[in-house]
């Protein structure tokens, strides 16, 4: 790959890692440390003026909105929630598939007959937004892990979270109720980067957009 300027990459951690390696391989970008076992936090790559760092989700935004980072990858959750603004979007990569959604314990009450309703969630934003659109009333609970537990401890009524397989609603008794987004992963850009690195970045969006077409998926 013929990258002209020093790109850093923010790459996020988890499940979407395990999605993205490959998908970064594809364009002939491979880490020259094992991610998994080194501590390292900036990864040099086989392409010499690209390196990576590992994030949690909601650091990436962040990291590529101030120019940290020239480039990164985010779930779309992570976007909607701590803000696109400031950083461009280019590509769907298709990635990590799921649905941000609201749920509450199976067979309870309907909503309207609750006053209030007491909401555990990461996602403030999105979820206050959601609720008040519906006309809700929602008191938003802020948790930063397993949801699905507050309403079996009494803590909430509902929660707003990642549903996937749906396996985790269902141990734990519950049901999804709205679709608030489906998500993905996104490119993401750098405004700066995209005018100064302009020809790298380009490399990059193109690269990524060819293996997207022949997995015949994600592209915007
Ligand atoms: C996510 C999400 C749900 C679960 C959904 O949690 O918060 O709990 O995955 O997946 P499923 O529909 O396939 O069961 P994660 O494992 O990322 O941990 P978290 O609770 O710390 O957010």
Redesign the pocket.
């Known amino acids: 790959m013929n990258i002209d300027h020093n790109l850093t990459i923010a790459l996020t951690k ?2 979407i890692l395990d999605e993205t390696l490959p998908l970064l391989a594809a364009v002939g970008i491979e880490p020259t440390e094992q991610l998994a076992s080194s501590r390292k936090l900036i990864i040099p790559t086989n392409v010499s003026n690209i390196h990576l760092v590992v994030l949690r989700g909601s650091d990436v935004p962040t990291y590529v909105r101030h120019g940290a980072a020239d480039v990164g990858i985010a779930g779309k959750d992570m976007l909607l929630e701590f803000g696109g603004a400031g950083i461009y979007e280019p590509l769907d990569l298709g990635i990590a598939r ?1 649905r941000l959604m609201t749920a509450a314990p199976k067979g309870r009450a309907p909503r309207g007959q609750l006053r209030r309703v007491r909401v555990a969630t ?1 996602f403030l934003n999105v979820a206050g937004a959601h609720y008040a659109k519906k006309g809700v009333h929602a008191d938003l609970i802020k948790l ?5 537990l507050a309403p079996l401890m009494g803590l909430a009524d509902e929660i707003v ?9 269902a ?1 734990n008794g519950m049901e999804a109720l709205e679709e608030i987004a489906q998500i993905s992963s996104r490119l993401v850009v750098n405004k700066a980067a995209m005018r100064t690195r302009h020809s790298s970045v380009m490399t990059l969006i193109d690269a990524l957009s060819a293996v997207l077409k022949e997995r015949g998926s994600g592209l915007k």
Do not use: F, W
């Open positions: 988890g499940r799921c990461k930063y892990g397993s949801m699905e979270d990642i549903v996937d397989t749906g396996k985790t609603l141990e």
